[in-house]
């Protein structure tokens, strides 16, 4: 049973109009989200990430919003770059120390130029 | 500052046999942590690390893994005797003591191929 919902697994977007990549949890007592982005053949990278006390944080062309009612969160890039393309991941955790985080299974960005 | 680095990069080997991966985590984090993923699919958990002991292990998928972290530097992952389904890439991630920003730094991943 997953966690760490992804329900893209692919999205093409042109270059410089906005990127959506939506997330979804089933655990409540989810407390810190974080995205990753992969290149291939390279380990994840760290994007950016947000705490349940939070409702968006922004980082350059990233932002990411978290909905915890609906316990959903999205992470938009704006404006999008070739560069971009690779796959995200979602992350989840809660706030005990040492708790391991729980992925989703990606979406995999393709921006086109 | 070396990154996570991690050895072999690429690993063929047929089912029945040993492999042994290894991972070198940024120095000074405490906290390390192995992570699977598999035919493309999300990456999964499988253990962490605080210094050398085992945090949580609930991740393994069974005995045939064994993980160890001598002296809280390093770490290695042993299949024994590797599956056709232990196939996959082995990421290694590591971050400071205590929370902090949550964010792991990872390896660039052992693939396993398992014949």
């Known amino acids: 049973d997953q966690q760490v919902k992804q329900n893209s697994p692919s999205l093409s977007v042109q270059e410089g109009r906005i990127s959506i990549l939506n997330c979804d949890y089933t655990n409540s007592m989810f407390d810190y989200f974080l995205w990753y982005k992969k290149y291939p053949a390279e380990g994840p990278t760290f994007l950016i990430s947000?705490?349940?006390?939070?409702d968006k944080n922004e980082d350059g062309r990233f932002t990411v919003f978290l909905n915890k009612s609906a316990k959903h969160l999205s992470l938009h890039i704006v404006p999008s770059q070739p560069g971009d393309s690779a796959v995200y991941f979602c992350a989840a955790s809660t706030h005990n120390y040492g708790q391991n985080f729980v992925f989703g299974p990606g979406t995999r960005l393709s921006v086109l130029p | 500052e070396a990154g996570v680095t991690q050895f072999p990069s690429h690993s063929v080997i047929e089912k029945g046999q040993t492999v042994t991966l290894r991972c070198d985590p940024i120095?000074?984090?405490?906290?390390l942590y192995w992570y699977r993923r598999v035919m493309g699919k999300e990456i999964k958990f499988l253990l962490h690390f605080v210094k050398e002991s085992k945090q949580d292990e609930s991740g393994m998928p069974n005995n045939r893994f064994l993980a160890e972290r001598t002296g809280g530097t390093y770490s290695t992952l042993k299949v024994q005797p590797a599956e056709l389904e232990d196939s996959g890439v082995y990421f290694c991630?590591?971050?400071?003591?205590?929370?902090?920003?949550?964010?792991?730094?990872f390896g660039e991943g052992s693939r396993l191929t398992v014949l």
């Open positions: 947000i705490s349940s006390i939070k």
């Open positions: 120095s000074g984090h405490d906290n």
């Open positions: 991630a590591s971050s400071h003591s205590g929370r902090g920003t949550g964010e792991l730094f």
